[in-house]
């Protein structure tokens, strides 16, 4: 959907006026007041019709977004609220639509925000012309040519932080499209002398310390510089450093924009260089030395600063030596050298050094058009923007200050020219009486300065190039003399000058009475800079460097070119090019953009009157408006006249179907509105007064808003009634709604009344019809049942009279078959008596047993050896027959366990049943042995070498082989021994050594004695004589007790076919040597801990002492 367009107006909510056309009463201090209100709403741009004042904030605002570029976008200058935005989208908007060249002039003084109007005007064309990779990087270019240029052109000054030092004009050249081509820059007169010298509270260009403290190490070191600004005499130190400027940043801004604007690296490296030695010739000094023919002469201090510049620049260090020594001046083929005195060295160095600066500067801009200029050779449209420096009023004003209010001199006639050009070109256009206005015309000023016979300039000019002595002081005179009549010059010497008595001017100067104030001018250095003068050996040294950029900024110091005419002058070259500037402006539609500075504190919010009604009055704005509301005030063409004021006529409301003109003509025939008030130009009405508008705007105002009433009536009657009908529609939808549900509740009350009494009525028939059916039935069932009743009487009476009969005839059966046994027993009872009696008895017996066994059978207990289960035994005459039973069945369930064993389990049985029979219930430590397996052989003397010799000593078969405690037999105490028996014998041998003790064959073996207790003790008797009893009996303690004497009692058995003695009594006697001593076994004494101890009493006594 389209969007509204939503007509508005400059008039709509203004502040004070927005366009000063409209000021009423018009005087100064209105004008000043209504830029004040509005300064102090922000609103910091006014129109004076097509001409833009904008006051400087001094900060930012919100104004120049995006959004507010589109809102700006192909909107007419009146529409929106003055903007400088507007302006730019009318000359944008006229140069592509309309194929007219523009310009657009931004005059200003210095810090009244000229540079940042130019940038303003420069980004929202940008912004609102067509796209396209190729067109934005013509932009960009375009747009980052101002870092570069301010780099090198602006410096702080007490006006302005970022002051232009120099004027700019750009050409951008624009396809029919309205897309950007290129463009064109020229620069008017740099203030070179801001190179070796600057105003207290003042810097140098911004590029020596964004240089220094931007540059690296690496870099400074390359153009052997170093970081401190106070090593260099051309850098004022007082103000070196700006507040909110990062010097360094900005290095990196410019250095940026130099590649986007196409520099090469090696390019940006000599341009750097040059500024070096701008820097470093500033620290070249000299001390005089006086010669034999009396001429002074002087002598570089110290010569590294020199070394450094020609190592820098390339330049042989004695050529420039001696340039800065001497001056040759050639005439007519003459040379004649002279030297130079101290001054006329530091003069020469001075000189250089701003000539290589400006020259450099100029070299810049040429190089930035090359990269800027348009590619195509098409037709172009060209918009300029100027920007160029403002009205300057000094203390000490001098050459540059007069240059410059020269230009703005120019300027300002431009600006009345084509004002009034425009003024009565429009009168003409639209066919409209022209009245003649009273303005001041400035021409007389500019032809003060620049008339070819008598102006300033030229009598400059004439000095300067005058033979003989020239000094300031005889400009001074010339100009007495010459321009001592005009209105607009004053000295204190003038001879006829009306000014006579005017003391306050003091010697050696002279003002002028400019457009824009009275300013004095300081003779002083008026002619030298003037002549612009550089050594020609500089030059030519300059020419001789091996830096490419050095020697092409010095084109006259060739030898081969030498020109003995003298250059032209500053002065004639600036006016030169000021007249190319205004012949181009001229012959384009130009747009002005008045900056005023509203303080000096370079502050927000502060408006200072004094300071700004000076500026009004010197820009003429006052003039301006005089000359734009000459004879009529206001116009505007008649559609959006009568669109704006259409509601005030009934026939132009709401629509008028004619053309505008009449609308408009039968409207203000309707209002009464005066005639000498109007006139009806071509295409617009001109309005007189500016009373006259005000009036229509109150009109309408008052109109809107008894519109508005009436819209807002018509709004609310349509509402309620739209409310209405809704409501009744929805009222009849719910009365609907609400009887088709009441109707609907009734009929469903009533239908199930219905169903009730329905259901009532056939209940009722219902139960009737039960009941007598239930009657019938009832009826039915007495029936039947009387004829049951009568019937069961019947079978009963019948069945009583059957059972009575079949008594009967059992009874007689049992009487007969009674009778019959009684008979038959009579019979037989002689042959039943004798036998019958123990036949029963058998077989009642035989069944018993049987029964008996057949349930054994299945009830015999599992085949395990130690399952003592047995059933339970069911007669009692079964007794001894059920513990036979149970013996047989254990000795055949023992037998299968026992055909179970190998061999070698049958032996260990045997022997565990041997020691069983020998030891049960005899002896205390027979119970731990049971669990024990009989191993024999404990001590494997095959597999220990250290018993190899005892091994080798036995042959036979080894039973037993164990370590035993021997009690010594003399005072009880035990030695380990190894006891071993074979089949035949019983060694003794040493634990460690494994040498034999003692050997004795079995069959001297008597006895084996022992204690009844918990002791490993046991005595072995040795039969008396023998040739082993010699030493007595052997007395030892085994923890294998049991195995032991069991083995030696088998062992024994079965090699001398006789049972060995095994005495087990708790008191034994043994054969020591020839004493018999008792061994007695003594139960328990707890001190001894859990091992029996031996210990010997006395002789005859041995006590063993058993836990
Ligand atoms: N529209 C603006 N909005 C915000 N600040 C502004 C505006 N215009 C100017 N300024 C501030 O004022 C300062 C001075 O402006 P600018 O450099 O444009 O002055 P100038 O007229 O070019 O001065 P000179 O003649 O010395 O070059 C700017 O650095 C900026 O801080
Ligand atoms: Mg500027």
């Known amino acids: 959907m389209a969007k509204m367009e939503v007509k508005t107006s400059l008039l709509d909510n203004m502040i004070g006026v927005g366009d000063m056309v409209l000021l009423e009463p018009l005087n100064e201090e209105t004008v000043i007041n209504n830029l004040k209100k509005r300064f102090d709403h922000n609103e910091i741009y006014t129109y004076i019709g097509s001409v833009v004042i904008s006051v400087n904030p001094y900060r930012s605002l919100p104004i120049y977004s995006p959004e507010k570029v589109e809102d700006y976008r192909n909107r007419n200058f009146y529409e929106l609220s003055p903007h400088i935005f507007a302006l730019s989208d009318e000359a944008y908007r006229s140069l592509r639509d309309q194929d007219k060249d523009q310009c657009i002039l931004i005059t200003g003084e210095s810090g009244a925000g000229k540079t940042e109007a130019s940038k303003l005007v420069m980004s929202y064309v940008a912004a609102v012309c067509g796209k396209g990779a190729e067109v934005n990087q013509v932009k960009e270019q375009l747009l980052q040519s101002n870092p570069v240029l301010e780099a090198f052109g602006n410096a702080k000054t007490v006006r302005n932080d970022n002051s232009s030092r120099f004027g700019k004009y750009m050409d951008i050249e624009f396809d029919f499209k309205g897309d950007p081509l290129g463009g064109v820059i020229s620069n008017y007169l ?170 450099l500067f100029s070299w810049l801009v040429n190089r930035i058009n090359e990269s800027i200029k348009a590619q195509t050779k098409v037709r172009k449209k060209v918009m300029g923007v100027l920007d160029i420096y403002g009205f300057e009023i000094f203390e000490d004003n001098s050459f540059e200050q007069f240059i410059i209010n020269y230009c703005n001199e120019k300027l300002q006639q431009i600006f009345i020219e084509l004002t009034l050009k425009e003024e009565q070109e429009e009168y003409i256009r639209e066919d409209i009486e022209w009245t003649h206005i009273e303005y001041f015309n400035n021409a007389i000023i500019c032809d003060l300065i620049e008339n070819n016979t008598n102006g300033i300039l030229a009598m400059l000019d004439e000095e300067c190039l005058r033979p003989g002595t020239v000094t300031d002081e005889t400009f001074l005179e010339k100009l007495n003399q010459v321009c001592a009549t005009h209105q607009h010059f004053e000295s204190r010497m003038s001879k006829c000058s009306r000014f006579l008595n005017d003391t306050s001017l003091p010697h050696s100067c002279f003002r002028i009475q400019h457009y824009a104030g009275k300013v004095l001018y300081q003779v002083e250095g008026f002619v030298d800079k003037n002549n612009d003068l550089l050594y020609r ?57 008045r900056c005023i500075k509203p303080n000096d504190k370079k502050a927000a919010h502060i408006f200072n009157e004094g300071l700004v009604c000076h500026q009004v009055r010197y820009l003429g704005l006052l003039e301006n408006v005089r000359v734009r509301r000459a004879g009529y005030a206001f116009r505007q063409a008649y559609e959006p006249c009568l669109e704006r004021y259409k509601m005030l006529c009934k026939q132009t409301w709401p629509h008028w179907k004619g053309p505008a003109r009449a609308g408009v003509e039968v409207l203000f025939n309707e ?50 009634r739209t409310h209405f009908l809704l409501m009744r529609k929805s009222q009849i939808v719910i009365a609907a709604w609400y009887r088709r549900y ?38 039915e069932e007495a029936a039947t049942t009387i004829a049951a009743y009568w019937h069961g009487t019947q079978a009963r009476r019948e069945l009583k009279r059957l059972k009575e009969e079949a008594r009967r005839k059992h009874a007689v059966a049992v009487i007969w078959a009674y009778w019959l046994g009684l008979k038959v027993r009579r019979e037989y009872r002689k042959f039943f008596r004798a036998n019958a009696g123990k036949k029963i008895y058998e077989f009642t017996l035989q069944r018993i047993v049987q029964k008996y066994f057949l349930e054994m059978k299945n009830k015999v207990p599992s085949l395990s050896p130690i399952d003592k289960n047995w059933p339970s035994r069911p007669y009692l005459f079964l007794d ?96 380990s021994r190894i006891f071993l028996l074979t ?110 101890t031996c210990k010997r009493k006395n002789n005859r006594l041995l006590e063993v002492a058993v836990p």
């Open 190 to 359: 740099l203030e070179k002398s801001r190179v070796v010298k600057q105003p207290r509270g003042e810097r140098n260009f911004h590029v020596f310390y964004q240089l220094l403290s931007g540059a690296s190490e690496e870099l400074l070191n390359k153009l052997k510089l170093e970081r401190d600004f106070s090593r260099y005499n051309y850098l004022s130190l007082d103000s070196a450093k700006v507040n909110g400027v990062d010097d360094a940043a900005n290095f990196r801004t410019v250095r940026n924009a130099m590649q986007i604007v196409g520099f090469m690296d090696h390019e940006v490296e000599s341009v750097l260089e040059v500024v070096a030695a701008v820097l470093k010739l500033g620290n070249i000094e000299f001390k005089p030395e006086s010669r034999v023919n009396g001429l002074d002469e002087s002598k570089i201090k110290d010569k590294n600063e020199l070394k450094e510049i020609c190592e820098l620049t390339g330049i042989d260090q004695s050529v420039l030596e001696r340039a800065f020594s001497f001056r040759t001046v050639e005439a007519k083929q003459e040379k004649v050298s002279t030297t130079l005195n101290v001054a006329q060295a530091y003069y020469a160095r001075d000189a250089l050094a701003k000539n290589l600066y400006s020259r």
């Open 537 to 593: 050996d500089l030059s030519q040294a300059m020419w001789k460097a091996g830096h490419a950029l050095i020697k092409s900024l010095f084109p006259e110091g060739n030898p081969a070119k030498i020109n003995l005419k003298r250059p032209p002058t500053a002065g004639s070259q600036f006016k030169a090019s000021v007249a190319t500037l205004m012949k181009n402006l001229q012959t384009k539609n130009p747009n002005y953009i």
């Open 671 to 720: 209002l009464e509105i005066p005639v000498e008030e109007y006139s009806f130009g071509r295409s617009k009405i001109f309005i007189r007064n500016p009373r006259t508008l005000f009036k229509l705007e109150d009109l309408r105002k008052q109109r809107l808003e008894d519109l508005a009433t009436l819209i807002q009536k018509i709004y609310r009657g349509w509402k309620c």
């Open 742 to 779: 009441a109707q609907q509740k009734r009929y469903q009350q009533i239908k199930s009344s219905t169903l009730v009494i329905q259901s009532y009525i056939r209940g009722w028939k219902a139960r009737k019809i039960l009941r007598e059916l239930k009657h019938q039935k009832r009826c």
């Open 983 to 1092: 089949n035949n014998n019983l060694l003794l041998a040493d634990q460690k050594s494994g040498q034999i003790k003692s050997e004795v064959p079995l069959v001297d073996v008597t006895k084996v004695s022992m204690s009844s207790q918990n002791d490993g003790f046991f005595a072995i008797h040795l039969k008396e004589g023998s040739e082993a009893a010699s030493k007595g009996d052997f007395l030892f303690s085994s923890e294998h007790l049991i195995e032991m004497a069991t083995k030696l009692y088998r062992t024994t058995l079965s090699q001398t076919k006789q049972k060995l003695n095994i005495e087990i009594s708790d008191e034994f006697l043994v054969q020591f040597r020839q004493d018999k001593v008792c061994v007695k076994f003594i139960q328990g004494n707890q001190k001894n801990g859990t091992v029996p």
């Open 880 to 975: 001894s027959t059920h513990k036979e039973l149970k013996r047989i069945f254990h000795l055949w369930r023992c037998k299968k366990y026992r055909d179970q064993f190998t061999d070698q389990q049958k032996l260990i049985y045997e022997e565990k049943l041997e020691a069983s029979e020998l030891f049960k219930d005899k002896k205390a430590l027979y119970p731990s042995s049971v669990g024990q397996p009989f191993q024999g052989p404990y001590l494997e003397i095959n597999k220990n070498p250290k018993y190899k010799k005892l091994k080798d000593a036995i042959e036979e078969k080894i039973i037993i082989a164990e370590v035993v405690n021997k009690i010594n037999r003399a005072n009880g105490k035990s030695t």
